[in-house]
């Protein structure tokens, strides 16, 4: 009884028949996980000015100008990396990988620091520090959220998570709210749900977003200053303002504000075929219908009935869905770039301040020779910078980089030349001879 979700446990105190509870559970697990392998947002690749990150396999690269490391460990050798952060000033890479399994790496070298396997498979991973210390922040496929000591991977805590759903990604930000700076954490589901907690108090939660009607893909967060312009540094203040923009299945980019929770304004995929329903995959199938008529439970669920628990997500109903999101903002240019299923094309969206707060305005699409694996823009170390884009792309291209520009008709995105970072990077990949499929892009089989 103590494992099943609280759901299942209100119908443990409440029904006659427990043997049509459990079957009921179990049936729920099932289609719960069957979906696992196509909700997550992994962050897979990541720049900023001194390196790059990426992940493919199981194995990890950090490509800096002058040197290029390879991150692998050994018990995770027939696995797939899930999730990867790093901390430039800890020295720290952690990854996350499919087979249950984190590992810390000093970034330098390569070693290995701490690694251990858990009881559930993770789905993200984020470095996190606050008043104990440095702690990895973990979600895994059982919609779970604990804590795991940097320093001693003994120790963990579980410290909150979404019951009954699959948390498909994580954004740690820091958010002025009512006059006072601190840690909120975003976690969001494939049940439409996301939702701001304190962080590390995971057990207050600030507020819900309340939009999407489907799977939530991906999110990313922006830092705005008091004055509409990107913020000098990194850390919020008073009078900054903290966007959150989300993908989802229901083929919307909605803008939200940190921590409240309000929607700012909504943009549709514009590649959406008319033809698709905003409850993208969901169906029935005949047999669990029949099983369902068999057990003769007549209880529904607090969310949807028999239909929640014979919900599947269908790839091909969801045809060209977003799948991922990022965000960066640079001098007055706030710009998000949204990547689609088998797109081979880039949507971009500027931020601006408007009487209501901030909206979405001028967007434009980029033309790629082929699908994108994975997107990220390249972390600035000058807030007045140009933001750049980087597309990972299939051979022989490997990475297109892309500068960001707000004129009067609107962004413009123009190809640049490949920065030291990035030219080192692709002639990794050239070496290694290893071909990049697929980051958080591409669906497994």
């Known amino acids: 009884?103590?494992?099943?979700?609280?759901?299942?446990?209100?119908?443990?105190?409440?029904?006659?028949?427990?043997?049509?509870?459990?079957?009921?559970?179990?049936?729920?697990?099932?289609?719960?996980?069957?979906?696992?392998?196509?909700?997550?947002?992994?962050?897979?690749?990541?720049?900023?000015?001194?390196?790059?990150?990426?992940?493919?396999?199981?194995?990890?690269?950090?490509?800096?100008?002058?040197?290029?490391?390879?991150?692998?460990?050994?018990?995770?050798?027939?696995?797939?990396?899930?999730?990867?952060?790093?901390?430039?000033?800890?020295?720290?890479?952690?990854?996350?990988?499919?087979?249950?399994?984190?590992?810390?790496?000093?970034?330098?070298?390569?070693?290995?620091?701490?690694?251990?396997?858990?009881?559930?498979?993770?789905?993200?991973?984020?470095?996190?520090?606050?008043?104990?210390?440095?702690?990895?922040?973990?979600?895994?496929?059982?919609?779970?959220?604990?804590i795991v000591n940097a320093n001693d991977f003994t120790r963990q805590a579980r410290v909150g998570g979404h019951t009954g759903s699959i948390i498909t990604d994580i954004e740690l930000m820091t958010c002025a709210n009512k006059g006072q700076v601190q840690q909120y954490l975003a976690s969001c589901d494939r049940d439409e749900h996301i939702r701001f907690s304190q962080f590390p108090h995971m057990c207050n939660i600030e507020s819900y977003c309340v939009g999407h009607q489907s799977i939530i893909t991906s999110m990313s967060s922006m830092l705005i200053s008091g004055g509409g312009s990107a913020s000098a540094s990194a850390s919020a203040t008073a009078d900054s303002t903290v966007l959150l923009v989300s993908t989802s299945w229901d083929h919307n980019i909605c803008l939200w504000k940190c921590p409240t929770g309000e929607r700012l304004d909504t943009a549709a995929n514009p590649f959406k075929p008319v033809a698709v329903p905003a409850d993208v995959g969901a169906d029935e199938t005949v047999e669990e219908e029949r099983q369902e008529e068999e057990a003769g439970d007549d209880n529904e669920s607090e969310r949807g009935g028999d239909d929640y628990h014979t919900m599947k997500y269908d790839r091909e109903k969801a045809v060209n869905v977003p799948l991922k999101v990022v965000a960066a903002s640079a001098g007055s240019v706030h710009v998000v770039a949204v990547m689609y299923r088998d797109c081979a094309k880039l949507h971009l969206l500027s931020v601006r301040p408007c009487a209501d707060g901030f909206e979405f305005a001028r967007s434009c699409i980029i033309e790629l020779q082929s699908v994108p694996s994975d997107i990220c823009f390249q972390t600035q170390a000058s807030s007045n910078a140009v933001p750049v884009l980087l597309a990972m792309m299939p051979e022989p291209e490997l990475i297109v980089s892309y500068s960001v520009t707000s004129t009067a008709g609107g962004l413009q995105a123009v190809v640049q030349p490949s920065s030291a970072i990035v030219t080192a990077a692709c002639k990794a990949f050239k070496t290694k001879g290893k071909y990049i499929v697929a980051c958080c892009a591409t669906y497994p089989t």
Not at 45 to 61: K, P, V
Not at 75 to 81: Q, R, Y
Not at 108 to 119: N, T, Y
């Open 1 to 146: 009884m103590m494992v099943l979700p609280g759901l299942f446990k209100e119908y443990i105190q409440t029904s006659q028949n427990f043997s049509i509870i459990l079957y009921r559970s179990k049936l729920y697990f099932l289609c719960l996980f069957y979906c696992v392998t196509v909700v997550f947002n992994m962050r897979l690749f990541s720049a900023h000015d001194e390196g790059l990150t990426y992940a493919f396999g199981h194995l990890t690269t950090y490509t800096s100008a002058s040197n290029t490391q390879t991150y692998e460990l050994a018990s995770a050798s027939d696995s797939k990396v899930v999730g990867v952060d790093i901390n430039k000033e800890l020295d720290l890479l952690v990854c996350a990988y499919d087979n249950k399994w984190i590992c810390s790496y000093k970034l330098s070298d390569g070693s290995v620091i701490h690694s251990i396997c858990l009881k559930k498979c993770p789905s993200a991973i984020t470095i996190a520090s606050w008043t104990e210390g440095t702690v990895y922040l973990v979600s895994d496929k059982a919609g779970e959220l604990l």
